[in-house]
């Protein structure tokens, strides 16, 4: 298979995919996307949004169906429990990540990155001189742009943070007993929730909040256990480096 998945690698819908296929240790290549233009998936007759995967001929759009097509194409190791209600409960988990936690932390997170700039260096700004002098002008052309993609205004975040607030004790209570959401081994569920934990990492409102301290050391250790990366928390003092940088990221 010359698996190949379409990324923009502080994405973290992107994660969990990538966290799949490695969890399958299913050989890929990265193909980074431009995320102004998209080009490299549209190319491809996809919508734009990222991860895709493409294997072959097959074009496949979003974690959640990759997900389902590499459990489908490589059974082992597997992503689901083989049992139909301990895969009804892992597929409801990913969904409910898919469709409310990840769209809820990346509002909060690049709310607070919009307004910590700095926190965007590597990224989507660049971190180092000459063009780093570019940032000023840069930041007034995506601050709004993003602000309506991920429709970041101050009522949606209000029902982010109310959402997350109701729902984070729910996955901390689940973790608690077992360290995994569903069973007493890793799966979709903790891979989607791990991944999508991760922009909190910047947000202070809830990664200093002591009420969440043994989520976040779950999401860390069960990262670090599968050398993934991970934001920088931003515990104290001025914002931390934002995402880790890969050499052949995005911006340098
Ligand atoms: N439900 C999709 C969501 C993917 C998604 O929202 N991707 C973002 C990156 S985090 C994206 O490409 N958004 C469109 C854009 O930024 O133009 C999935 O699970 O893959």
């Not at 660049?126 to 000023?136: D, E, I, V």
């Not at 209000?158 to 997350?164: G, I, P, T, V």
């Not at 791990?194 to 002591?210: A, G, H, M, N």
Request: aromatic fraction near 10%; charge should be positive.
């Amino acid at each position: 298979m010359g698996l190949v998945l379409y990324d923009i690698f502080w994405s973290h819908f992107c994660e969990k995919a990538r966290w799949c296929l490695d969890f399958k240790r299913l050989p890929h290549r990265v193909q980074r996307v431009n995320p102004f233009t998209r080009r490299e998936v549209t190319d491809l007759g996809a919508r734009g949004d990222v991860p895709v995967l493409r294997d072959g001929g097959k074009v496949i759009e979003g974690s959640a169906a990759i997900a389902a097509y590499l459990e489908e194409s490589c059974p082992d190791p597997p992503l689901l429990p083989r049992d139909a209600a301990g895969r009804a409960e892992v597929l409801g988990l990913e969904k409910k990540c898919d469709e409310e936690l990840g769209l809820d932390t990346r509002r909060v997170g690049y709310q607070v990155a919009l307004e910590n700039p700095a926190l965007m260096e590597g990224t989507l700004l660049w971190s180092r001189a000459p063009k780093r002098w570019l940032n000023g002008p840069m930041r007034r052309v995506l601050e709004p742009r993003l602000r309506r993609k991920f429709t970041i205004f101050p009522q949606e975040i209000q029902r982010s943070r109310d959402r997350l607030r109701a729902f984070l004790p729910v996955l901390q209570e689940r973790v608690a007993a077992a360290g995994f959401l569903v069973g007493r081994t890793l799966t979709l569920a903790d891979i989607a929730t791990s991944s999508f934990l991760d922009p909190l990492e910047i947000v202070p409102e809830f990664v200093r909040d002591p009420a969440y301290a043994p989520l976040f050391a779950w999401k860390r250790s069960l990262a670090r256990a599968h050398g993934r990366r991970q934001r920088t928390p931003w515990l104290s003092g001025p914002p931390p480096p934002g995402y880790p940088r890969r050499e052949n990221g995005w911006r340098g």
